[in-house]
């Protein structure tokens, strides 16, 4: 089955603690992108990854790093989460960029509560 | 920055009528894409009307782009209480995309 997966789903950390939200596509897609989604706020950019080793700055990019060392994989680093970064996380890919005519596939979401 | 914003943000109706949502947005485009939320889950891909279209239709949704207002509108004709869900607009800009804050959709059996 075609699909993005992230891990955790849920996660509840303390401020200044270290964690990796990962992302996964079995779809050989080139464009992986990361959203954050806060009430009244949509969902803004984070990151996003044109191909393997290829990674620029969404709308909101501040406490996060990324990594695409593989294509299928497309990490999302939080290195010493702070509680304004509590909110629902979502992982997409798309086969590529394409002028932004392509469909983006969502993963499931990661709530993450930063204490 | 926040490029999409929808309208209304909530919008309640009866089962078997239709419901309307708009999307405005800020620069040139060259598609928009429409997608839907049930809630908290990820997002679903609708349908893409390209900067060149003025109207699609797919199933009972109907699409409107207006280029020289900014615009788009979604129409779902004879709603169903499983149409209850959040809709998103999203634009692509330079290898981004924008999405709006959402139209909250809530269809009363």
């Known amino acids: 089955e075609a699909q993005v997966t992230q891990n955790p789903r849920y996660l509840i950390t303390v401020t200044g603690k270290k964690l990796t939200v990962t992302c996964s596509q079995n779809?050989?897609?080139?464009?992986m992108s990361w959203y954050r989604q806060d009430p009244g706020l949509g969902l803004r950019q984070i990151y996003y990854s044109m191909n393997v080793e290829v990674t620029d700055k969404g709308d909101v990019p501040e406490g996060y790093k990324v990594s695409r060392k593989e294509k299928r994989n497309f990490p999302l680093i939080l290195e010493s989460p702070s509680p304004n970064q509590t909110s629902l996380y979502f992982c997409?890919?798309?086969?590529?960029?394409?002028?932004?005519?392509?469909?983006?596939?969502f993963g499931p979401g990661t709530r993450l509560t930063v204490l | 920055s926040q490029q999409g914003e929808e309208d209304p943000q909530a919008l309640s109706i009866q089962e078997g009528e239709n419901a309307t949502m708009n999307c405005s947005y800020k620069t040139s485009i060259n598609n928009l894409q429409w997608y839907r939320q049930n809630s908290g889950r990820g997002l679903v891909h609708l349908i893409l009307?390209?900067?060149?279209?003025r109207e699609k239709h797919s199933g009972r949704l109907r699409v409107t782009l207006d280029t020289s207002k900014k615009s788009s509108s979604l129409l779902i004709t004879a709603s169903r209480a499983a149409d209850t869900a959040s809709y998103f607009c999203s634009t692509s800009g330079t290898y981004k995309y924008i999405f709006g804050t959402g139209t909250r959709l809530k269809v009363l059996a």
């Open positions: 009307i390209r900067s060149n279209e």
């Open positions: 779809m050989n897609h080139e464009y």
């Open positions: 997409a890919s798309s086969a590529s960029y394409s002028g932004g005519s392509n469909e983006q596939f």
